[in-house]
């Protein structure tokens, strides 16, 4: 019986000592590394692709692989960085048994800032393998909802921003010649066409009490003064730049001469300022006196080459000898420059025929357009409406209420024009980050390392607040809203010493630090306009314009 036992005692000890046996043999062998490649990465639960927008301040990124992490590695493969370069404090953690990766912002990023994430091939996976490929995306956070100023009324509001522009023309002012410098980093060049914008700014100031009515007479009185005594002139026309020291012409591009589009600009601030100083004060008879000497001697027919187009003709060229460097760019519709037709035809001096606005500016009707873009008509002009300053440089004078033609009812046109800028914008179908019913407006302003005429159909996500803003009579509701917004939620960048700087880009996070004066003007203009219709009625009660206008076959209630 003993025997037995003992036998099965034996076996017993030898079947285990084979067991363990085994067992050493198996934890032996080596184990094979296996690589890892990423399987999808989302933040928020969205996968970002190579951007992605309006990311909340504390989001988080998850990072699926096709195997178990190594840990220990994670530190040193992932990093989430700003804009600077700098590392952004991360927490981690796991899932799905380690395979995925959870980061999160140890504490809240900044707001319209772009971040970095980032996972390198540093990263290991539990059995020793790599990560064959690593995974690189950017990120931009949300804009900061919270309110920049104190709400005010909305009526306050619109003081504020007109008093504020205002000061680009009152403040930056040529300390000599006391015209608008073209934007703030232009020294001593100084703008015709953003002076005559200046002035109505000045009119709209004096009647709102910004400043007292002596100190805007005497402002003017500067100018009409530099203007007659130092400023270069050919056949009573002024070029686009003036060098506001000395009166001589700045090139701009080829143009080294005369500018006709830009000298009715400046021909219709004066006639508004003409027709506010109306007393029988001395020094504003002078001014009166002043403005119609300017006014007079511009010889707006001798710019259809004189005579021998049927068109205005933009820009003349003095020290060119070819007819078509002498005078170029025939001035045609539709754009901004119906002012320069109207006037024309409202020179006493100098007038010219209705043949010639047919002809030239209307192209005998071939600047109609009559196609609905997003549900709205648009009775003139290029596809989806062009830049929007074509509804705002000749109608801050020319009033559009009940302003029909043979070819267009000009209060259509305009908001036409203005809504279907909006409704581009809020449709967004280039997928620019920040258009929305409150971020809208394209027009021509200052970009990244340049300028451009932004519209409908040259778009790179560039907002230029002057272009929502300034269509207030059009859009009230809509500008209204992109007016509060700009203030009061993007107002810490871009709210400034004269108001709204000229453009920014939340695409991109880039935000202008310029100020120029042909889109400030509108600004205080329109709003004006919007408002009482001020500057409309000052200047459609010069008997000339209502003479011009007649004449080129317009029909209005002021008429």
């Known amino acids: 019986m003993s025997t037995s036992i003992d036998l099965i005692r034996c076996l017993y000890i030898f079947l285990l000592l084979q067991a363990c046996k085994k067992s050493d043999n198996a934890s032996t062998q080596p184990v094979t590394p296996q690589n890892m490649t990423v399987v999808t990465y989302t933040i928020n639960g969205s996968n970002p692709g190579s951007n992605i927008y309006n990311i909340n301040a504390i989001p988080v990124i998850k990072i699926q692989l096709s195997s ?14 700003d804009a600077y370069g700098s590392l952004v404090s991360t927490t981690l953690s796991y899932e799905n048994n380690d395979s995925t990766i959870v980061a999160q912002p140890a504490s809240a990023l900044h707001y319209l800032s772009t971040y970095a994430v980032s996972l390198s091939t540093a990263l290991k996976s539990a059995s020793g393998g790599s990560l064959t ?20 009324t909305d009526s306050a509001l619109l003081d504020l921003v007109q008093q ?14 006391g015209m608008a410098r073209e934007r703030n980093t232009s020294g001593d060049v100084v703008t015709t066409g953003g002076t005559g914008f200046g002035i109505m700014g000045m009119v709209a100031a004096v009647n709102r009490g910004f400043i007292t009515r002596t100190d805007g007479l005497n402002r003017i009185t500067t100018i009409t003064n530099f203007l007659l005594t130092k400023a270069q002139r050919w056949h009573g026309a002024f070029a686009h730049w003036i060098n506001g020291t000395t009166g001589a012409i700045v090139p701009f591009g080829n143009n080294n001469g005369a500018d006709i589009v830009e000298t009715s600009y400046l021909v219709a601030g004066l006639l508004c300022a003409r027709q506010y100083f109306n007393t029988t004060a001395p020094a504003e008879a002078a001014l009166r006196d002043s403005i119609n000497s300017l006014w007079n001697t511009v010889e707006w027919n001798w710019f259809t080459q004189n005579g021998a187009q049927q068109s205005l003709y933009w820009q003349y060229n003095p020290s060119y000898t070819n007819t078509s460097d002498i005078w170029s760019i025939a001035v045609t519709g539709w754009n901004e420059a119906l002012i320069t037709y109207v006037l024309s035809a409202s020179s ?16 005998n009707g071939a600047m109609k357009n009559g196609a609905a873009y997003y549900g709205v008509t648009l009775p003139l002009g290029p596809s989806m409406g062009g830049p929007l300053f074509f509804a705002h440089y000749s109608f801050l004078g020319i009033n559009p209420n009940g302003l029909s033609d043979t070819y267009a009812n000009y209060w259509q046109q305009n908001v036409a024009h203005s809504q279907i800028n909006y409704n581009y914008c809020v449709a967004d ?18 970009i990244a390392n340049g300028y451009t005429a932004s519209s ?65 003007g509108p600004e205080i203009v329109m709003i004006e306009n919007y ?29």
Request: positive net charge; glycine residues 10%; charged residues 15%.
């Open 348 to 363: 006493a001096t100098h007038g010219i025929t209705k043949a010639v606005y047919d002809n030239g500016w209307a192209k």
């Open 133 to 152: 490929s690593g995974v690189d995306f950017h990120f931009v956070t949300q804009i900061d909802s919270t309110d920049k100023f104190p709400r005010i």
């Open 164 to 177: 504020q522009t205002f000061k680009y023309f009152w403040d930056f002012g040529h300390p000599i010649c």
């Open 429 to 446: 179908p280039l997928g620019y980050n920040g258009y929305s019913t409150s971020c809208w407006g394209l027009t021509a302003s200052d």
């Open 68 to 81: 178990k992490v190594n840990r220990q590695t994670t530190a040193g493969a992932f990093s989430l960085k």
């Open 531 to 559: 408002r009482t219709g001020l500057l409309w009625n000052l200047f459609t009660s010069c008997p000339e314009v209502k003479t011009g206008l007649k004449n080129l076959g317009f029909t209005a209630p002021y008429l």
């Open 456 to 520: 409908p159909t040259n778009d790179g996500g560039y907002i230029a607040p002057t272009a929502a803003i300034s269509s207030l009579p059009y859009t009230p509701v809509q500008s209204m809203n992109a007016l509060r917004f700009f203030y009061y939620k993007l107002g810490d960048k871009i709210w400034g010493q004269y108001g709204f700087t000229d453009a920014f880009n939340l695409n991109t996070l880039w935000y202008a630090s310029s100020y120029l004066a042909i889109d400030q």
